[in-house]
């Protein structure tokens, strides 16, 4: 029998570890016929809300975006998405980014999609417009090689303009790939993982982590991590750009 006081989850001050065998189901106005977890929320610290919802085949997400931005990423599955009027199928490791003040629609779902989100408020830059409704998929081919590593590829999964204050990748770390130093930053990072399994440092501390496990990493949290186990390591992250780094 298995100790159900045994988790690999860890929340701190600033970084936290969350391992689907924590999992408690959230519910979201709009969002029917499926189960929300919400991983990652101002609640623990953070400026950003990252959630994983699964759903039934009748499942569906209806809403519209206020203040806060939100980026879907579609884990495995499928479904049908409205996004601003535009409307397209939606397959595994494709998604779609929808601005503030923008109706969303997702129905038809096969049974057990997961998609992730990322939801940012807004901050408006003046002299640039606020960006509009945008579709893309993971593509391999698109991630470069980051820092002359080989081992390593980071597809931008949005454009790098200064509408954006927000940024969301793919990291692509090969057998035996690890990032090059101790990173010490100002950006945050919500991530999930993808495919694999890694090591991560966090502030010090050392966590096994794998695909399915979510990760909080808040304004100057030392990171460092590297791909362990016999296939690639992957993980989508946010991360805030863009903006300058004080509102005094």
């Not at 939801?119 to 417009?129: D, I, Q, R, S, T």
């Amino acid at each position: 029998m298995e100790i159900s006081a045994l988790t690999r989850s860890v929340v701190k001050r600033n970084h936290a570890v969350i391992a689907p065998d924590g999992y408690v189901n959230s519910n979201v106005p709009g969002w029917t016929d499926c189960t929300v977890n919400v991983l990652i929320n101002e609640q623990m610290g953070a400026r950003l809300c990252q959630t994983l919802v699964t759903l039934r085949a009748g499942g569906q997400l209806r809403g519209r975006t206020e203040a806060a931005q939100i980026f879907f990423y579609v884990v495995s599955g499928q479904l049908q998405a409205e996004v601003g009027g535009e409307a397209r199928t939606l397959r595994a490791d494709q998604y779609v980014y929808a601005p503030i003040g923008t109706d969303y629609l997702f129905t038809e779902p096969t049974e057990g999609t997961q998609v992730l989100t990322f939801h940012k408020v807004y901050e408006p830059l003046p002299g640039h417009a606020t960006p509009g409704v945008y579709f893309g998929e993971r593509d391999l081919s698109k991630a470069p090689i980051f820092m002359n590593d080989e081992a390593l590829r980071i597809q931008e999964l949005l454009p790098n303009e200064p509408g954006f204050d927000m940024a969301v990748n793919i990291f692509t770390y090969d057998i035996g790939g690890h990032l090059p130093m101790v990173e010490t930053h100002i950006m945050e990072h919500g991530l999930l993982y993808l495919q694999g399994q890694a090591i991560y440092m966090l502030d010090h501390e050392w966590y096994p982590v794998k695909k399915g496990d979510a990760i909080w990493m808040g304004p100057y949290c030392q990171q460092w991590a590297t791909a362990m186990g016999k296939e690639p390591s992957v993980y989508i992250y946010y991360k805030n750009v863009n903006r300058f780094p004080t509102v005094i």
